[in-house]
């Protein structure tokens, strides 16, 4: 008869799944095993190897652990515990994941590398009766580590549970009493818990050889003064600091924002021991981090990081902390935000001149660097780096020479990273993200006093007039232009010169030009070809030249963009608000006759003069459709100078809306048949004025929004429709939207509107719509936010200063009155117009913690649209500083 020998050992067991896994798989199945795989690389594994533990295996949710000691195994239950504490705090608590642990020690079969037995059982049984955040142990445990760990475990009585014969004793710490304990101070490790009297406190269970614990007698004397003097004991030979909190929340919270990218430990432990003010952000859609910090506000920090983002990965970037905290995600996305200032490409201006300091903005050669002789040029780094060259020998030299520089700056290193070309001459060329010189070798430098436009070209005898104009024409565009490359240009000067009279020339910065010729007159030619240069490129274009007779250049060396009233017109169609168009264009019996068709219509225009119209159609979807579509398919133009944009939409212009599409949806065709009494197509009813209204809003929040899903984009709208005057809806670009209604007049609506929105979301909106008019975005202020003023309102407490409130709240008595009250006291807000105010408190953490847990708990929102902020604290304003929790004693002074 054989027989085996069984491999048995004493071991301490943890046993440890998710609570609620199944509910968190079903919600979101990917971002749960995302989150779950951050928790394991960066807490439960390093944690485990620091206490001496071993993973024998995973059980889907859950880890089942083996130790030599019961102390270690106890202490790394308590610090994986205080971990997830730290890594939950700005996570929301439907999406957090909540271990329960169970400990037990006794005896355990070996199985390879499997562990068996009742040893084993007892802790399974054990994490099932635990609370969620919570940490149970066996009787047995508890005697093990009552004399060398001080931890408090409740008596939770005998518990009879499937599968062990006996009742086990269990014992209990909960949630609440491990977020009172020692933040630890050395990931993982049980020797930050307090430790007990006993001196085997230094030996006992440790079956391990750690090199200093041979010294016995010193590890003695250690222990005799760690209990003289109440101090931690240091865990073995690691002295890995653990992440603070802000730590372990950032490295979460970049996981949750760029999922599968790697952790970036070490920017964010540099930044959570940066000093204020400071910011963080990360690109979507790549991998990435950017952190800057020691910055004069909270504000100003943000921005930069943004901008500095922006610039480095060249992807819109969220803003994922500022300061002391996390910032709060939508539904577990921390939205991108806009970074005007590395998108200018205007005249220099150093206050456009996006991620730098102060002190260097200051700069003698930064402000006054469009007076500087040329050739000149800038190089730019997101670091902060600003390189300019002036009095060059030749422009490209200029460009060579800052971009050598400022490549060779070691404050580029690190990230390091190539140097962006940011002005040639005076014009910022940044958004072209040049990492080369862009003015070719063969270049002549332009005189350094020469004004390119007005200046009389010296003639040799060999130069006729018509080359001096040449050569003066490709000096002004290229002035303007500096991005149009040397073949563009030579086209463009080349084409304009043997072009028929009148004709003109308009240039849209940086690299864009349009002519048009063949006008009755001068003025026609002149209105022309600015319109149309406005049509194509979506911006106000500069006039150039008009025949032969190139612009002067304005006397502040400033080109100026003329906006063109009928690109931006938006009323009832009307032929002679139709820009770009010849007369004989206008008066084509189909245009003139336009307005008496009945019936779905649609008009469709191209910058080359062209206009087309469809009536009669048998939807107006169709109607839209075939305009469009007859006019890209134009013959005369076989695709040149891109697509068509939507004229007109039945008799409502809607050119401004810059639609290369059908604005109205497709209607879906009947199950059955028409009957003979059915209406027939030409007499389907026109849309109303409200299903207009309806649609041209819907598409003007697609283009500002075009992250908002569509269906909370249709519901915004259908809500906001249905909502009482006066009324208004601003939008944050890229996903999200703010209506307000019930105001006593427009104005009102409008500016609580805006002011609730930038509340809400952390930037200035844009508005769409008041009442039942959607805006008009014209070219001069298309896509621009408007920052209000009371948002960013930093003084002393004052009533009518207080952003997005009604009339009745701003006189209530606890509101006149509060700069007479007691202090201590304080403000909090909320975007709903809501205001709470707590005074006379005790202390004044006590007034902040009062006002915002009252603001919080409102029933009136009931938790919607995210938490308030603190207003006021005794009557400082502190609005701009979005604060969502009480400010610290030292916070509260600086």
């Known amino acids: ?78 610090a994986i515990q205080q971990g997830m504490l730290a890594r939950n705090a700005s996570v929301p608590a439907t999406e957090q994941i909540v271990f329960r642990i169970g400990v037990n020690i006794g005896d355990i079969i070996i199985d390879g590398d499997d562990i068996l037995g009742d040893g084993v059982n007892v802790a399974a049984r054990l994490e099932a009766l635990c609370e969620p955040g919570g940490v149970c142990i066996s009787r047995a445990a508890n005697e093990q580590i009552r004399d060398k760990l ?25 949630a609440k009493d491990i977020a009172a304990l020692p ?17 085997s406190t230094v030996f006992a269970a440790a079956p391990v050889a750690y090199p200093w614990r041979r010294l016995a007698f010193a590890g003695l004397a250690l222990v005799t003064l760690a209990a003289c003097l109440g101090a931690w004991w240091i865990r073995r030979e690691a002295a890995t600091t653990v992440p603070s909190p802000l730590a372990s ?39 990435g981090v950017w952190h800057t910090a020691n910055w004069p506000s909270r504000e100003i920090a943000e921005e930069k990081v943004l901008e500095k983002c922006l610039q ?56 006054e660097y469009t007076t500087l002789a040329g050739p000149k040029a800038a190089a730019f780094h997101a670091t902060g780096i600003l390189i300019l060259v002036t009095a060059a020998a030749s422009q490209r030299a200029a460009e060579e020479k800052a971009l050598k520089d400022c490549n060779a700056d070691p404050a580029r290193n690190p990230p390091g990273g190539p140097c962006y070309l940011y002005a040639v001459q005076n014009r910022v060329v940044l958004p072209l993200r040049l990492t080369a010189p862009m003015t070719p070798d063969s270049t002549a430098a332009p005189s350094p006093t020469a004004d390119v436009a007005s200046a009389n070209p010296v003639i040799s005898p060999r130069q006729s007039p018509a080359d001096v ?85 304005p006397s502040g060396g400033y080109w100026q963009t003329r906006p063109m009233p009928r690109v931006a017109y938006d009323g009832p169609f009307d032929p ?68 068509c944009w939507l004229y007109a939409v039945g008799d409502q212009v809607v050119l401004r809306k810059r639609l290369q599409s059908a604005m109205t949806p497709a209607v879906s065709a009947p199950d059955a048949p028409q009957s003979s009494n059915s209406v027939k ?11 207009i209204f309806q649609a041209a809003l819907s598409s003007l929040t697609e283009d500002l929004a075009p992250a908002m899903p569509d269906n909370r984009r249709l519901e915004q709208i259908m809500l906001y429709h249905a909502a009482t005057s006066h009324k208004a809806l601003a939008v944050h670009p890229p996903a999200d939207s703010w209506r307000s209604s019930d105001w006593p007049n427009e104005a009102a609506a409008e500016q609580n509107t805006l002011e609730a929105c930038q509340m809400r979301y952390g930037d200035p909106c844009i508005l769409v719509a008041i009442n039942e008019k959607v805006q008009d975005l014209s070219s001069t202020g298309y896509r621009r936010p408007r920052s209000m003023p009371r948002v960013a309102y930093d003084g002393l407490f004052d009533p009518q200063q207080i952003p997005f409130v009604r009339e009745a709240t701003r006189q209530r008595q606890d509101v006149v009155n509060y700069r007479t009250s007691s202090n201590p006291k304080a403000v909090a807000v909320h975007p709903w117009g809501r205001v709470f105010i707590a005074t006379g408190a005790s202390s004044q953490r006590t007034a902040q913690v009062a006002a915002l847990a009252d603001c919080n708990s409102d029933p009136s929102r009931d938790g919607k649209d995210g938490p308030c902020w603190l207003y006021a604290v005794d009557d400082q304003v502190v609005l701009p500083r979005r604060l969502k929790e009480p400010l610290s004693a030292a916070s509260a002074t600086r």
């Open 1 to 78: 008869m054989s027989s085996s020998i069984v491999e048995r050992r004493l071991a301490a067991i943890i046993a440890m799944d998710v609570v609620g896994y199944s509910r968190l798989m079903g919600v979101d199945e990917v971002g749960t095993l995302m989150a779950l795989k951050a928790h394991r690389a960066e807490l439960l594994d390093p944690t485990i190897k620091d206490n001496g533990g071993r993973v024998v295996k995973t059980t889907g949710d859950g880890l089942l652990l083996e130790f030599a000691s019961i102390v270690d195994a106890i202490g790394c239950a308590i």
């Open 150 to 174: 001080r931890l408090s475990f409740a008596d939770l009585g005998e518990h009879t549970v499937k599968n062990i014969a006996r009742a086990i004793g269990v014992f209990g710490l909960a």
């Open 183 to 199: 933040e630890p101070k050395i990931r993982g490790s049980h020797r930050n818990l307090p430790a007990g009297p006993s001196k």
């Open 249 to 287: 929340q950032l490295l979460l919270a970049l996981q949750r924002h760029s999922p599968g990218s790697p952790a970036n430990a070490d920017v964010v432990s540099a930044y959570a021991a940066s000093p204020l003010h400071r910011a963080l952000a990360a690109p979507r859609g790549r991998s």
């Open 312 to 367: 480095f990965y060249d992807e819109p970037c969220a803003l994922i902390a500022a300061d002391d905290g996390v910032t709060p995600a939508d539904n577990g996305i921390w939205p991108v935000r806009d970074a005007p200032r590395v998108r200018y490409a205007g005249v220099f201006n150093p206050e456009r001149v996006p991620a730098l300091r102060q002190e260097t903005l200051l700069r003698p050669e930064v402000a």
């Open 469 to 553: 104009f040449r050569a003066a024409l490709s000096a002004a565009i290229t002035d303007i232009a500096p991005a149009m490359s040397e073949q563009g240009r030579l086209a463009t000067v080349t084409g304009y010169h043997a072009d028929t009279s009148h004709k003109a020339l308009a240039v849209h910065p940086p690299g864009n030009s349009w002519r048009s010729a063949d006008w009755p007159n001068e003025s026609a030619a002149e209105q022309g070809v600015l319109e149309a240069c406005q049509l194509r490129y979506g911006d106000p274009c500069v006039l150039v030249a008009v025949d032969d007779r190139i612009q002067s250049k």
């Open 576 to 643: 002679q608000q139709i820009p770009l168009l010849r007369d004989a264009m206008r008066q084509r019996q189909d245009v003139v006759d336009y307005r008496k068709k009945d019936g779905p219509k649609a008009a469709a225009v191209h910058p080359w003069r062209r206009i087309f119209i469809t009536t009669g159609a048998a939807s107006q979807h169709d109607a839209e459709v075939a305009a469009l579509a007859d006019c890209n398919s134009d013959p005369t133009r076989k695709g040149q100078d891109g697509r």
């Open 681 to 691: 197509p030409d007499a389907v009813p026109r849309k109303s004025p409200a299903e």
